[in-house]
């Protein structure tokens, strides 16, 4: 199948881009929010909000590689960051603040990657009731503050990151669904 236009896969990235803003003003945000102060209080805001955008984005793009056709992900993942350079271009960041952002995304994205795939293939394996994405969460624990000996933020029966896992993974079931209906629309039939 034919790749889309430029301006499509624009649109496309901006449908994404609005995926990514409702998850930061959802439940999963939230629950991310009260883990990492519970996990180091002494936490700035600024730092936890950076941390859990980059969470929610790395979730998205793992989504968008999930769900799409592999012959137009790079392309659709490419609408999406253009997408997010219009939000940004309209902050008015200097060049030195954009790189220094996209390094840390670099950054974030390959510190993420081991972890969520083995909680991948543990999420696939396990049964719905079990806690998921405990690698990824406790690196985004760890990014926050990086801690020689991190206390095991699993313990007890109804722990933060209990109620994290809950809804980090209601969260990306929500961005596969929404996805999936995008992929329908624009894929249907491609291999």
């Known amino acids: 199948m034919a790749l889309l236009s430029n301006v499509e896969y624009l649109e496309l990235g901006r449908q994404i881009a609005r995926i990514l803003g409702s ?5 999963s945000s939230d629950a991310l ?9 002494s936490a700035s805001d600024a730092r936890i ?32 960051f ?12 200097g060049s030195d603040r954009q790189q220094a952002m996209e390094q840390m995304w670099q950054l974030r994205a390959g510190q993420f990657e081991q972890p969520f795939s083995s909680d991948r293939a543990e999420f696939l394996a396990a049964s719905p009731n079990a806690f998921h994405w405990k690698l990824t969460i406790s690196r985004f624990c760890q990014n926050v503050k990086e801690i020689a ?12 990151s209990q109620e994290a896992s809950r809804r980090v993974t209601h969260a990306l079931n929500q961005m596969i669904s929404t996805l999936n209906e995008m992929n329908r629309l624009h894929f249907s039939g491609v291999v």
């Open 49 to 80: 909000s950076a941390e859990v955008f980059l969470f929610h984005k790395f979730l998205l793009m793992q989504a968008c590689a999930g769900v799409f056709p592999e012959s137009h992900v790079a392309h659709v993942v490419g609408g999406f």
């Open 33 to 41: 929010r009260e883990l990492a102060l519970a996990y180091d209080p």
């Open 149 to 160: 000996n991190p206390p095991d933020i699993w313990a007890g029966t109804n722990s933060p």
């Open 82 to 93: 253009a997408a997010l350079n219009e939000k940004m271009n309209g902050l008015e960041l």
């Open 23 to 27: 998850s930061l003003e959802g439940a």
